[in-house]
């Protein structure tokens, strides 16, 4: 069994203007602090494109949802985009049901989200 890491937030880089963020885990309000605090730097920067994976997140409540409606806000307000990369059904199902999915773009790879 994969060891896995405490930290909600595996990675944060910029790359060629893309802002990518990488979440593992549960994002919950526990972990919610961490997320805002690690994108903080990042998102000063007014990036046209952020790319937030999903991939390993098993789990996310209200206070996930809300910090990934004020990074869409705040990207949106500088004309850029916000892009989820394959959140697993569970996750999911949680922007659907709060028909957040139609705000979001949501891509099951990377590249799928690079072009967008």
Sequence with gaps: MPHRSDKAVQEVREE????LVKLAGEIDMHRTPEVMQAVDAPMRSKPKR???DLSDVEYMDSSGVGTLVHMFRQVNSNGG??????PNE???SVF???????FFIICQDQQEALKQ
């Design 96 to 102: 659907e049901i709060t028909r957040l999915d139609r």
């Design 90 to 92: 569970r996750v999911r």
């Design 50 to 52: 952020v790319v937030v």
């Design 16 to 19: 060629n203007g893309v802002v």
């Design 81 to 86: 985009k916000l892009i989820l990369v394959k």
